[in-house]
């Protein structure tokens, strides 16, 4: 098995949208991954039903997971995105050099102060 199989049946079981198409097409699915002639017959031979079942249970074993992170851990993943959207915002930008502030990011959090 090459790197790029295993990768492929990776996401297989973690992308609904790419499992269903694969389902759909599995031989075009495999050639557009850029694998061999023999990794695409073993692929069109796979147990379409193992493959559903064995991605729901990763699935769930993922939620399992998250579930048992600490609660900081899993507020840190949630408004990560939103953190990382708020710091990467440039030193050299318009505002930046003109003197206007940047109106502040609200992370997901209530303002604990009230406006007068």
């Known amino acids: 098995m090459t790197p790029a199989f295993e990768s492929f ?3 297989l079981y973690v992308d609904s949208n790419a499992r269903m198409r ?17 990794e ?7 147990d379409r039903i ?9 699935a769930q074993k993922r939620q ?4 048992r992170l600490h609660p900081f851990v899993r507020l840190w993943i949630r408004i990560r995105p939103r953190v990382a959207q708020a710091l990467s915002v440039s030193w ?5 050099t003109c003197g206007t502030r940047q109106k502040p990011v609200n ?7 009230q406006p007068k």
Do not use: C, N, W, Y
């Open 9 to 11: 049946v990776a996401r």
């Open 22 to 38: 694969f389902l759909a097409d599995p031989a075009g699915e495999a050639t557009r991954a850029g694998l061999s002639s023999g």
């Open 40 to 46: 695409i017959a073993a692929l069109t031979r796979i």
């Open 50 to 58: 193992g493959l559903e079942l064995a991605a729901a249970s990763f």
């Open 64 to 67: 399992q997971h998250m579930r």
């Open 92 to 96: 050299l930008t318009r505002e930046a």
């Open 107 to 113: 992370l997901g959090r209530k303002s604990s102060t």
